[in-house]
């Protein structure tokens, strides 16, 4: 496996996880506003 695959799976993961971070946030205010 060449070096420039793991950096562009890095980068992937990275983009992945903070779109993810982003959902559960909302879902967190969602929760809190629909109590």
């Given amino acids: ?3 420039q695959t ?3 799976t890095a980068s992937t993961l990275r983009l992945a996880s903070e779109e993810i971070q982003q959902l559960v946030d909302d879902l ?3 929760a809190i506003f629909s109590k």
């Fill in 6 to 8: 793991i950096t562009d």
């Fill in 1 to 3: 496996m060449c070096t």
């Fill in 28 to 30: 967190a205010k969602s």
